[in-house]
């Protein structure tokens, strides 16, 4: 969002507000689960089911909900080798991959290293969410609307006008959905745990108001 104004005719000033607010995450969604290959289809997919299954149970062990752990890829392709310019078949790769979300940030490390140890060997990503941003954001409109209008006063004193103290317009500019915020995990696999660092996350409110103002 451009931090742009524009003084119009008819003694109008329009301006664009900006305000940020950052919050812990409290929450997390991981996605992992297991990727098997064999030259046999069913062998393969015999053995993904296998390791799906027993990471689900390990992960319900640990107090996650079945609800909260939800089939998100499942993929059957050939897979090739090329040796001297040729394509030969390799066998089948099954990808299986789980959706799981974590309600509490102590136990993703855990979750990490029970699914590891229960056959896991995809972790594509954790995404670090809020359960409920609307309080964050809705400080961050507010704040907004205070950066318009300081705009709006400093343009208006520097012209030497009086600044009428009500908007005669406001908008909200919605450039994102406010759900779900997210942020990269980093991991590192060390024999005493997953360490996870969630970081903040940022939440962005921006408006557009016009103001009145008399010389």
């Known amino acids: 969002m451009s931090s742009l104004q524009r003084i119009t005719n008819g003694q109008l000033i329009t301006v664009f507000g900006q305000a940020t607010e950052t919050g812990t995450p409290n929450k ?12 046999q289809v069913r062998v393969a997919q015999a053995e993904s089911s296998e390791r799906i299954a027993n990471i689900v149970y390990q992960l319900e062990m640990l107090g996650i909900s079945k609800e909260n752990i939800q089939t ?81 006063e400093v343009m208006a004193t520097t012209m030497g006008a009086t600044l009428q103290p009500l ?10 959905p406010v759900q779900p915020y997210r942020s990269p995990a980093v991991l590192a696999a060390y024999s005493e745990g997953t360490p ?20």
Do not use: C, M, W
């Open 196 to 215: 996870i660092q969630t970081g903040d996350l940022s939440i962005h409110a921006n408006v557009e108001v016009d103001y009145h103002f008399r010389s």
């Open 167 to 176: 908007p005669s317009r406001v908008v909200e500019v919605v450039e994102s």
């Open 28 to 39: 997390a969604q991981a996605l992992l689960g297991s990727v098997t290959e064999n030259e």
């Open 72 to 152: 998100d890829t499942y993929r059957v392709s050939p897979e090739y080798d090329f040796i001297d310019g040729k394509q030969v078949f390799r066998g089948y790769r099954v990808t299986h991959l789980l959706k799981v979300d974590i309600d509490s940030i102590d136990l993703v490390g855990t979750a990490i290293d029970v699914a590891v140890e229960a056959g896991a060997n995809s972790i594509v990503s954790i995404s670090f969410l809020l359960s409920d941003p609307s309080t964050l954001y809705e400080q961050a409109l507010s704040n907004a609307l205070v950066n318009a209008k300081r705009k709006a």
